[in-house]
């Protein structure tokens, strides 16, 4: 399995209360991705990086914000958290930014705002 | 972006061929056709892709018709342990990496 490890992988936490998840890879990939999954929504796009300090915005973007200053690490934060970001968050990396190149995810960070 | 159809869920039994086909009726010429797997619980896995044509590999097939409007993933011989969701993506670019709902497969004995 490709190096991508998410931390925390469970949070609780209240609304209003900032939260940041880590995504760390060991595969010195480019591009790095998060993603929300909710039921019956597949998987949104929040924001991606292609490249250290080098982010964009994805489809569902409001209320998050995200950092790179390491290849390794691609940080997202909720500056305040609300009830609708409750979801599972996937990272994902990938060599390039091609459509014929894999991506690989990790195994998702499950958060709960109450 | 080419948006993509389909089926929202299918039942199969152990030891049945299995197609799911997805429409893609937009497909631009530098897109590509690739589908992901995903079990309860984990992230997505790569499982297939291609351009044209047919392509195989150890875990399933893919079949592209000329006009590349559609595709259709098929799974030889499934097992309970294919019981998952399986999406169809497309596009020219993994920035535009869009997953829709998925089909979800469920596996009987």
């Known amino acids: 399995d490709a190096g991508i490890t998410q931390s925390p992988r469970h949070k609780v936490t209240e609304t209003g209360t900032p939260v940041t998840l880590r995504c760390h890879q060991t595969e010195n990939h480019r591009y790095m991705y998060w993603y929300r999954q909710d039921p019956g929504h597949g998987l949104r796009l929040i924001h991606y990086s292609y490249g250290v300090k080098d982010t964009d915005k994805g489809e569902v973007s409001d209320g998050y914000s995200v950092s790179r200053s390491k290849t390794e690490d691609f940080l997202l934060t909720l500056e305040s958290a609300t009830s609708s970001q409750t979801s599972v968050y996937f990272c994902a990396i990938s060599e390039s930014s091609q459509m014929n190149t894999e991506a690989f995810f990790g195994q998702g960070t499950r958060l709960t705002v109450v | ?109």
């Not at chain 2, 039942?11 to 429409?23: A, F, K, L, M, R």
């Not at chain 2, 897109?31 to 351009?51: A, E, K, M």
Request: proline letters at 6%; hydrophobic letters at 30%.
């Open chain 2, 1 to 109: 972006l080419a948006k993509t159809t389909q089926p929202i869920s299918m039942d199969s039994y152990e030891g049945q061929e299995v197609n799911i086909t997805c429409s893609h009726n937009n497909i631009a010429t530098n897109d590509y056709i690739t589908w992901y797997q995903q079990f309860p619980s984990q992230g997505p896995r790569f499982i297939i892709q291609g351009y044209k044509t047919k392509v195989t590999n150890e875990v399933a097939s893919l079949f592209i018709p000329a006009d590349r409007k559609s595709s259709t993933l098929s799974l030889p011989r499934v097992s309970l342990s294919d019981t998952a969701v399986y999406y169809c993506l497309v596009g020219g670019s993994a920035r535009q990496l869009t997953f829709g709902s998925g089909t979800q497969l469920t596996v009987l004995p």
